[in-house]
């Protein structure tokens, strides 16, 4: 856990310094789409070789009943995080509403392997220190690929960083269980994403544009709750009018005009999950 939080601090560094230096007339939110082809080359192979067959072994020998158990356990523990995000966010009814769910699952579940709170209808959120940093304002800043955890921005990167830093699986003593969680919570993350990649592999024709469109389009949907403000693109080119048009009023009647809405897929939700960007969770 700890040398992927040194990977992912590398990264970010070399992100840094590499955005500095690059230019080009590409998407302007991926100005270092050279060095995050190659990271997601890098990725997509590693997937390939190992996250994929160890994840449709998992599926296929585990009974979902036992894979349910470890999907809630380690949710269990994501409520922790999720909670204090709120509280960092202003959102105090939601943060308290995740440490009680935490409280129900873990005495009523045991440890988080049943979520009771669900079927009494207490709803799940997901925060993250990544959404908060968005939530106090600080832009996302250039789209970045991280190995192995895959899509992200700098802003998340730093966010990611947190949340493996304060992650208590990382904490436990002994180093053969500690590792059996860190590679049992990937491998049940992969599981529940055979099938999105499927559908990523189906659907794309360039799979790493794709997924960075709905990326983007969904970390900015949920630093907004769901409601994220439009945003203005550089001026286009105006529309010719007719010889004999009459001008337009001089008077700007407050319209909405340029505006940015990035290319994404309509499923989005299901097809970013194929790339692992979130098998951080805590």
Sequence with gaps: MRHTLLAVLAALAAALQAGC???????????LEPMNRAVYRFNDAV???????????YRDVVPAPVRGY??????NI??????????????VSDGLLDWFRVVVNTVMGPLGINDWASEMGIEKHNEDFGQTFGWWGAGPGPYLVLPI????????????????YTDPVGDVDSVRLRNSMVVTRLVGVRADLLDASRLLEEAALD????????????????????????????????????????KPSSVYDGGDKNTYLPRVPANYEAVLAAGASHAKTP
């Design 149 to 164: 955890l895959g899509s992200s921005t700098v802003r998340d990167g730093v966010g990611t960083a947190l949340d493996m």
């Design 47 to 57: 997937d390939e070789a190992v996250a994929k067959p160890v994840a449709t072994a």
């Design 70 to 75: 470890v999907r809630n356990f380690f949710g």
């Design 21 to 31: 230096a690059t230019t080009g007339e590409g998407d302007p939110r991926d100005p």
């Design 207 to 246: 799979r790493y544009t794709f997924q960075r469109d709905a990326y983007l389009q969904r970390r900015r949907s949920l630093v907004h709750d769901g409601s994220p403000p439009r945003e203005r693109l550089e001026e286009e080119e105006p529309a010719r009018e007719p010889v004999n048009a009459p």
């Design 78 to 91: 994501a409520d922790v995080f999720i909670g204090a995000n709120n509280l960092l966010q202003g959102k």
